[in-house]
């Protein structure tokens, strides 16, 4: 079963900084389209951030612009989201999953069109005030 494991989650005061990692598991991502998404409680999951396959692009979520950076190390075959500036509001589960077999000069930043698998457990990453 294709599946990630993310890790680097943990309790950060607000105005506080995060890296969150994200690895396949067993697997290769290739050049394949990888997003980072999170979910608070109560509310659907969404989309953080991505990165295309062939250009490497991102595309952030308005909320998190200019505060977070995600970065790909295929070296390493890991993903990273680096979180500065945190606020309660982004108290969340993150979770990172991959467009198998898309490799395309964009990505798709909402998890519900994008062809997102290989989803993993997560990594929770609560903000105190």
């Known amino acids: 079963q294709l599946q990630f494991v993310e890790s680097g989650g943990g309790l950060v005061q607000s105005g506080g900084s995060r890296r969150l990692s994200c690895a396949p598991s067993?697997?290769?991502?290739?050049?394949?389209?990888i997003g980072w998404f999170r979910e608070a409680p109560g509310k659907e999951r969404e989309g953080v951030s991505c990165?295309?396959?062939?250009?490497?692009?991102?595309r952030y979520a308005d909320s998190v612009k200019g505060r977070f950076t995600m970065s790909r190390d295929h070296a390493e075959n890991t993903v990273y989201l680096e979180m500065t500036s945190l606020t309660p509001e982004d108290t969340a589960r993150y979770y990172c999953?991959?467009?198998?077999?898309?490799?395309?000069?964009?990505?798709?930043?909402?998890?519900?069109?994008?062809?997102?698998?290989?989803w993993g457990q997560g990594t929770q990453v609560p903000v105190s005030s």
């Open positions: 067993g697997f290769t991502s290739h050049n394949y389209n």
């Open positions: 990165m295309s396959g062939s250009s490497f692009s991102t």
């Open positions: 999953a991959v467009e198998w077999g898309i490799e395309s000069a964009d990505c798709i930043l909402n998890p519900k069109v994008g062809q997102y698998v290989a």
